[in-house]
């Protein structure tokens, strides 16, 4: 009797090089996600990449040559795999060279993304006052000298 595989939920973070032109990113995309399911994904959400300025410098090897971005398209995919084909689909990204990076993290499927709350004269307890809500008052030297002093005289 066969055991059958552990499903687990995991998550792909990528940054697709900038030099793909636009109206080719879909197909680097389906690429992507036909890989993934080649290795026994069954996919739950994603997000279409977006072009961004990246933090910091990234370089990748294409055509054994070392180039640097300093943007790319950024999207992620969210899907269901075994522990084998996630080891075989890390290896196949790492060869990917229109992907200049990716991260590759355990989920879980429920959404992750946190909703906006929304407040209500019923829901709030009590106002913090803030700087804005005081007046505003005019300080001069003497006055904050004064107030030192006592402080220090205490």
Do not use: C, H
């Not at 690429?31 to 300025?53: R, V």
């Not at 990204?93 to 989920?107: A, G, M, P, Y």
């Amino acid at each position: 009797m066969e055991k059958e595989p552990k499903m687990q939920v995991y998550e792909v973070g990528y940054i697709v090089v900038p030099t793909v032109a636009e109206e080719l990113l879909g197909g680097e995309v389906t690429a992507l996600k036909d890989m993934l399911t080649s290795n026994g994904a069954s996919f739950i959400a994603d997000e279409y990449p977006k072009m961004m300025e990246l933090a910091y410098e990234m370089s990748r090897a294409i055509a054994n040559k070392k180039q640097k971005f300093t943007n790319g398209y950024f999207g992620w995919v969210k899907f269901e795999m075994s522990r084998e084909g996630i080891v075989a689909a890390k290896a196949e990204l790492d060869k990917n060279e229109s992907v200049i990076r990716f991260l590759i993290t355990k989920t879980v499927r429920e959404s992750t993304l946190t909703p906006k709350r929304t407040y209500t004269k019923e829901g709030a307890k009590r106002k913090v006052a803030t700087k804005s809500d005081e007046p505003a008052e005019a300080i001069n030297e003497e006055t904050i000298d004064k107030d030192i002093d006592a402080l220090v005289l205490e």
